[in-house]
Structure formats: structure tokens, C-alpha cells
């Protein structure tokens, strides 16, 4: 069984799409949403839906490792809560670990949904990282339950937390990733910002880390960036919510 694992704040304009689409899935599933003190109606969307809700202190990193805590699954899949997930997906994730049973876990090939040359660029350079063994949250990393707890688990870090588990799983043998069917999620993060200062943004991130400075550090420095630019841009402030460290 997998158990599927979506961290949230303040997501219930997105989180029934997902959930409904989760449900039409073919085999057992379990669906856990973490939430990180949502003041939205993003609890009350999961519970109508039937889904486990654990409650926990914000911070993607925190809310994985609660939420795989609670995970009975042999898989625990993370998934964002903006991901337009495609039918048959579940199933694609076992098919590829049964047919490859040294496999740790793995993720999917991403799309973006936004229509921007941008958007377009962002593919073809996240199939670049993933082609170096780079990989993030956004594109549904999946891993073997028994090669999460020999790892101790997703690391409740404040940024970064998805990096630091795919180079775990990397650690543990040939990951997988699946082409057919593709994740696709949302542009929203890099509405009204420049691109090369997004870029120049993922590439300060990564080094400071590999520098040692502490992951609560760079989300204040993350958060921070973000907001400048939304200024400068005139963006719209709801959109500069925390949605992908990556």
C-alpha cells in the first residue's frame, strides 16, 4: 500500500482537485494531509474528503516527517497540495519499484502548468538536476518505507529537507524516475519574478547549504527574497505564501 503524504497551509482552493483525483485511483491508498496551522478551510476540505489529518508546527520538513510518522504504507509518497496529478500515477509508482526491487524510491518527470517560455526553460533544466541525481519535492518523491526509517526519516528542517532526503535515497542505490505519467504543478511561485533571479536565488540557496549555514537561516533568506521581488513586481501578496523551497 502507499501512503501518501501532503503537506499544507492555507491550500484549500487547491487541496479538493487533488484529493478527488486521488480517490478515483485504482488499489489501497492512504491519504494523510499535514497541516501546518492552516487558517483557511484547508482541515475541513480533508476531513470531507475522508482523509487522516495530522495537525503539526509549520515548516515543510516538519510536516513530511510528521505525516510519515503516521504512514502504515510499504511506500510513502510526498506530494504537494498545487500538483495536478494524472490518473494512474499510484499505480506507475509500484509497477516501477516491482520491476526494479533494489530501487530505494525515486520520483516523477515535472511539467509546469504555466504557458510562459519561462515555465518551458524550467523543464528542460529540472530534467537537466535529474539526469545529476537532483530532485525535489514538487516532482512526488517516493520511497521504499523500509529505506525511510533505515535513513531516519524525512529531516524536519526548515528549507532544503527535500534535497537532503533525495541524496539519502541516492546514497542507497539507483533511484527511479518515471516519465509516463508526468506530475505537473503549478507556476505560481515564479509569477512576477524575474528568471535570473530566481536562478541566482536556487543557486545562493544551494550553496549557503553545502556551506553549513542552518536551514532556518536560508528560509528567512528564501522568504525574504521572495518578498522583495513580489514588491518590486507589485505582485500580489497572497501569492508570496510559502509553497516550494525549490
Known sequence: MISVIIPTLNEA???????GRLKLEAGACEIIVADGGST???????????????????????????GAEEAVGEIVFFLHADTI?????????????????????????LLFDGD????????????FLR????????????IRRRILDAIGGVRPIALMEDHDLARKMEAQGKTLCIKTPALVTSSRRFRGRRPAAI???????????????????????????????GAETRQDPASLRPQSYS
Not at 483557511?40 to 489529518?53: I, L
Not at 545529476?132 to 512526488?140: I, K, N, P, Q
Request: proline fraction near 5%; hydrophobic fraction near 40%.
Open 199 to 229: 536562478v541566482w536565488g536556487w543557486v545562493k540557496i544551494h550553496a549557503l547549504y553545502y556551506l553549513g549555514v542552518h536551514p532556518d537561516r536560508l528560509a528567512g533568506l528564501y522568504d525574504s527574497r521572495r518578498r522583495q521581488e
Open 13 to 19: 482552493a487547491n487541496l479538493p482537485e487533488l484529493l
Open 131 to 142: 539526469a545529476r541525481g537532483f530532485y525535489y519535492g514538487d516532482s512526488g518523491q517516493f
Open 116 to 127: 510562459d517560455n519561462f515555465s518551458r526553460w524550467l523543464e528542460g533544466f529540472y530534467a
Open 40 to 66: 483557511d478551510e484547508t482541515v475541513s476540505v480533508a476531513k470531507d474528503f475522508g482523509v487522516r489529518v495530522v495537525r503539526c508546527e509549520p515548516g515543510r520538513g516538519r510536516q513530511l516527517a510528521a
Open 85 to 109: 496529478f494524472p490518473q494512474g500515477a499510484l499505480a506507475a509508482i509500484e509497477a516501477a519499484l516491482r520491476q526494479s526491487p533494489d530501487a530505494p524510491g525515486g520520483n516523477f518527470c
